[in-house]
Structure formats: structure tokens, C-alpha cells
DNA sequence: TTGACCTAGTACGTGCCACAAACTACATTC
DNA sequence: GAATGTAGTTTGTGGCACGTACTAGGTCAA
């Protein structure tokens, strides 16, 4: 795993304010998110890459504008998830220059799975800390803030 | 910026689940830490350590134990901080094999300034989308997921 | 239609980040 | 004082990200 749960410098009984709070959590998901995808070798950025493709081919550049990399960073990230059989490159119908990249059916067994996993952890974590009805308020309170407008 | 805030594969506009909702918000928070910390060039990892650094000296084995990294990261990892003047690496008086990791005065002001900047960037966000009362929640729910026990 | 662009993707070189294994030097323990 | 343990570094490997340069295919206008 490559992050942490515990909170970078702090000790772990005095009042958090919210962007500590906030930061921390990340931080949080985040290291559950590294556990997972450590359990099928998966770094964050391949989960979020497999994520995207649950839904729909794509090719490079769009792929690149979901993750916020450059091309030149997606021919190595799936050129990598292809030799693992997780993804493949087909060439696009209408344009010869262009590839569409979808997900085999190695990569969509292995992104079910772990999305399953996923979620049976964080619920687990959220409910045995959490009654009904707070979960009902995070989830609230988070999606009210990533529908915020494009990054400050 | 390495991570995005968008969501890695769905449409803006529906429902989210607890799940998703907050590891989108993972992504914003990480994706607003990321960003200001490549105003000073820094990455996340090298935040998480001047942030560790702020309150005490520690050694080598310590940061890597907060960090979740193992010992031989962290040689590179303090090496370049030390490069560029951030940190500094002086001898323990009490172990002769052991070492103590400090932030330089340069490292200490570009800490406080990132610091600064990444409240105020979240802050901001916050108190766009939220209102007091939410926040307080948010703070509440937020700390008392991050003081859960060890990641599942 | 053909030449001047533009665009999708790749290749290459660089650097950061992380690990495991092997090693050095100091500390501890008996 | 010899065996063992511990802190840190070194080396080699690989993933990840970038900028630059390049190739091949599209577009558009003269």
C-alpha cells in the first residue's frame, strides 16, 4: 500500500478542524482504495482507468482528459494494462489515426470484483462508525461538494 | 496535477451512492492537495512528509512508518527534499547508526505557505457549497470516520 | 487534388516514487 | 568480545508522469 490512514503529524485524540478532517478522510479512502487494488496488483490510476471503461470504449486523448493525463502518459498506463490482458486496443470505424480502448473480459471480471471489495469495505467502515441516518448526511454533504464547479 | 476531479466514468448529474460519493470526494481533496502542491513543486508524498516534519525531528524508520513506506523509500524520498534545501539530516546524538530528519527555515516557510494556500483553496470550496451548520457536520462525520481503527 | 495544416497516438529520455535484497555501521546482549 | 539486532544506504527493477519529437491519418482550402 502506498498511503496511510494515519494523519501526518498529528496525534490521534485532539479535535480536527475540517480541512484536516477533510484531508485525513482522503487520505483514508484513499489507502483503502491502494489495499484493494494492491489485492489484484492494481495501482490507483489502473483502477480509475478500469473504472472508466466499465461503461464505455474510449479512446487515448478522452481517456486522458477523464484521468487528467497527457497522451503521452496513457500509451504507457494502458500499453501496461494490455500486457496484463485488461484491456484492449481495437482501431477506431471512423478514424484511422484513433483506437479505442475497452475492457476484456479478464479486466471486467477483475473490475466487478474489485469495486465489490471496495464497496464491502468502506460500507463496513462506514457502518460501524456511522448510524443511518449520518451516512445519509455524508453522503449529502460529499455529493453536494464534488458537484462543485472545476477545481479552484 | 496527477489526479482529477471528475469521476472516473460517470455522468454528472445522477445520484451518487455513499461509496462513490466518497471516493469522488477523495479525488477532490487529493486532486486541490496535488494541485497546490505543484505550485511549489512538490508532490503529494513530499507534502505528507514536511507535514510530519512540522511539529518534530524523526528518523528515518519513524517517517516511514507514518508514511506507510518502507526504509528504502525513504532514503530517495529525504534525499531529494534534502537536495533542495527543504530538509535537513543531522547525526542522533543518542544512536551513532541513527539520524534525524528536520525541516530547513526554506522548508519550514514553504510548509506554513502550502499549508495556508491548501486551506484557504479548501475552505473555499467548502463554504461555496455548505452551509455552517453542514460544515459542522461534516467536520463531525468526517472525524469520526478518521478515527475508525486500522484500515480493514 | 494536392499541399498546408491539424490531430491521435507512439517513442524516447528524464525524473519521481516504491519495493526487495544485499550491505555497512553502530548498538545490544549474552 | 562475539553473536545478534537495528538504522540507514545502495543497487536494481518497475510503475507512473512529463515534454519533445515523430508517424500516420484527417481536413481544408486554393
Redesign the pocket.
Known amino acids: 500500500?502506498?498511503t496511510d490512514s494515519t494523519p501526518a503529524g498529528l496525534t490521534d485524540d485532539q479535535p480536527l478542524n475540517t480541512v484536516d478532517a477533510l484531508v485525513q478522510l482522503s487520505f483514508l479512502t484513499q489507502g483503502i482504495m491502494s489495499a484493494v487494488g494492491a489485492e489484484y496488483d492494481l495501482?490507483i490510476?489502473?483502477i480509475r482507468l478500469l473504472g472508466i471503461l466499465r461503461d464505455r470504449q474510449a479512446?487515448?486523448?478522452?481517456l486522458g482528459g477523464h484521468l487528467?493525463?497527457?497522451?503521452?502518459?496513457?500509451?504507457?498506463?494502458?500499453g501496461?494494462a494490455e500486457k496484463r490482458g485488461l484491456v484492449q486496443?481495437s482501431p477506431?470505424p471512423h478514424?484511422?489515426?484513433?483506437?479505442l480502448v475497452s475492457l476484456t473480459p479478464l479486466g471486467r471480471q477483475l473490475t466487478e470484483r474489485g469495486a465489490a471489495e471496495m464497496s464491502r469495505r468502506i460500507t463496513g467502515l462506514i457502518e460501524r462508525r456511522l448510524t443511518a441516518a449520518q451516512r445519509t448526511q455524508l453522503t449529502e454533504l460529499a455529493t453536494a461538494l464534488v458537484r462543485a464547479q472545476p477545481l479552484t
Open positions: 500500500m502506498t495501482s490510476i489502473q479512446g487515448m486523448l478522452e487528467g493525463l497527457d497522451k503521452s502518459s496513457m500509451t504507457g498506463l494502458v501496461r486496443r477506431s478514424d484511422g489515426r484513433a483506437v
